[in-house]
């Protein structure tokens, strides 16, 4: 496959590994950032490592190991910070999150039954 798209051996698996994650969302849907296309991307790179063991009759530790970090960094890096950006989006949320609540009874937590309290209750 090197020899017929014309790049070199490492450019091949960063683009194919980018390709293959690109692909498994299209055709799951899944969303940006998917743990499941970069589990997808690693399995197809270890079938290839695989299929390398059995060409060479022997594992070429070096060239795996390069093999794979070129195979996933992209994908890896797509998946970690589109986590991140998530988590950061929802950061308002969890900061709001800490305002207390009303209990299951619809009181807000430390109130009494006053004419003010009627006010506080949720509607069921």
């Known amino acids: 496959m090197v020899a017929f798209v014309g790049q070199n051996h490492s450019?091949?698996?960063v683009h194919t590994?980018?390709?293959i994650y690109v692909l498994?969302?299209?055709v799951?849907?899944?969303r940006r950032g998917s743990f499941p296309a970069l589990g997808c991307v690693?399995?197809?790179?270890?079938f290839n490592e695989i299929c390398d063991r059995f060409y060479f009759d022997s594992w070429r530790a070096a060239d795996t190991f390069t093999d794979v970090l070129l195979t996933l960094f992209?994908?890896?890096?797509?998946?970690?910070?589109s986590h991140f950006r998530r988590w950061r989006w929802n950061a308002p949320r969890r900061r709001s999150s800490k305002v207390p609540r009303p209990a299951a009874d619809g009181l807000v937590a430390g109130s009494d039954l006053t004419s003010s309290s009627w006010a506080t209750r949720r509607p069921r």
């Open 11 to 13: 450019l091949m698996h």
């Open 17 to 19: 590994g980018l390709a």
């Open 24 to 26: 498994f969302q299209l």
């Open 28 to 30: 799951w849907g899944t």
């Open 42 to 46: 690693a399995l197809f790179e270890a």
């Open 74 to 81: 992209w994908p890896t890096v797509l998946v970690v910070v």
